[in-house]
């Protein structure tokens, strides 16, 4: 799965779901995507979530929580 993400300054990450995902980010005409595995803290927060739902993330370098809602996922 590709999920796409906004937190509140309105800055979008993608993130692509796989097995052996080691958060490398893979360069796309559309921006980065950041691969993470199943057991990644951030996909564990984003496990069943929607379109417009919403969630708390770990920041970069653990500088608190980040909040960010889910706007796609193919």
């Known amino acids: 799965?590709?999920?796409e993400l906004e937190d509140e300054a309105?800055?979008?990450v993608r993130i692509a779901v796989f097995p052996g995902g080691d958060a490398t980010v893979l360069a796309t005409e559309g921006?980065?995507?950041r691969v993470l595995s199943l057991s990644s803290p951030w996909?564990?927060?984003l496990k069943n979530l929607?379109?417009?739902d919403g969630a708390e993330l770990p920041g970069?370098?653990?500088a608190g929580e980040v909040?960010?809602?889910v706007v796609?996922?193919?």
């Open 10 to 12: 309105g800055e979008r």
């Open 1 to 3: 799965a590709v999920v």
């Open 72 to 74: 796609e996922i193919w």
């Open 31 to 33: 921006g980065g995507v």
């Open 50 to 52: 929607e379109v417009g």
């Open 60 to 62: 970069s370098g653990g």
């Open 43 to 45: 996909v564990q927060r």
């Open 67 to 69: 909040d960010v809602e």
